[in-house]
């Protein structure tokens, strides 16, 4: 091989395509049921605006951002996340002007030059949502049901929500000069990346997979939020208890993005080991300011396609990728190509599904092929079946065949479909 794929990055085809589509089909239409608009937003920004909406001081600006200059030596930055370019998009476009909630989806992908792992990849794909335009708790609500709905949709039982909340720039200056006199104490205990957080970004420890007993015994947020975030944060627990959403207070959940505030929440699936966390997110109040916009509270949440894809529950993920076509057309003879076209597009045109096999390989393979394809019916027409007019069809499950008609192949595809169905 003289080139190979990226590493962290993947080829999706075949049975494994079809898959990443039907569950991307079904995640659009559940984020249309609760209201929420499809957005596309460029692959690359300008680099500063993740280095002002994300944090300079995070490991995803500080290590893992795709920048580039462009022709013209401009800073541009693969996106590594689609929080901020959706609230770029929304500023930018006008959308704050209309009042009321703004609710997106998106999906696409995102890239981070990240140490590749099980679920992880450093060109990966997200799926997230995003409401604008309310301070109130019941939005929050919302997005978390919302994420819950897409792995109880896919068969996901056992979920967890740990739920915690950041604060906000009133109470959290102070919360960080707290941490800060906490740490001064630790610093021999504490590993390397986390010497610099304690100066740079205390808040970080919390996410360091290493430094757990140091975390156990550090002061909390949630003892120091301010009267805004406190109510707020009850406001918030008391609709999820209404509407039967379990969920756990974890004091020491952060998320590895500066612009969250108050709200902060994680979807997990214990049985997934280290890797368990399926999405995340929070509130965001203070990103439309660092975006060159006014005050505008915002909540959303993303999840990694890669992790879903790759815990699909059994039962649902067998069933998942099949889509098969209603006819499989086998030619015997490459040299009726065009005219069996020209029926397969005539049953296209009439809402059929149909493949055409132009391989030119032998009978025994294309009907191997047309076995494995999930399609009911094989249709064989070769220079007889032209002459005559009329296809043989094989109904693939019981081997039995018939002649027909090409003027009637529409009706006994759609008939054999409906048997099918019914």
Known sequence: MRFKKPRGTQDLFGDRMRSWAKV????????GGYGYSEIRTPVFEVSDLFVRAVGEGTDIVSKEMYAFADKKGRSLTLRPENTAPVMRAFLENGLHRSGGITKFWYQGPMFRYDRPQAGRYRQFHQFGAEAIGHPGPAVDAEIIDLSLAIYRMFGFT????????????V???GFLNILRNALGSMKSELCGTCSERAITNPMRIFDCKECVDIKNRLPVITDHLCDECSEHFEGLQSILRG???????DSLLVRGLDYYTKTAYEVLHPGL????ALCGGGRYDGLAEECGGGKIPAVGFSAGMERLMENLPEEFAGKIGLDPVDAFFILPDESVSA???????????AALRVSVDLSGRSMKKQMKVASESGAPLAVIIGPEEIEKKEAAVKVLASGGQESVPFAGLSARIFQERKNEVD
């Open 171 to 173: 109470c959290r200056p």
């Open 243 to 249: 509407m039967k959403v379990d969920f756990m207070l």
């Open 24 to 31: 991307e089909e079904m995640l659009a239409a559940l984020a």
């Open 339 to 349: 005219e069996v076209l020209r029926i397969a597009g005539e049953l296209r045109s």
């Open 273 to 276: 080991g280290g890797q368990n």
């Open 158 to 169: 056992n979920l967890e929500v740990r739920l915690n909340s950041v604060g906000c720039p």
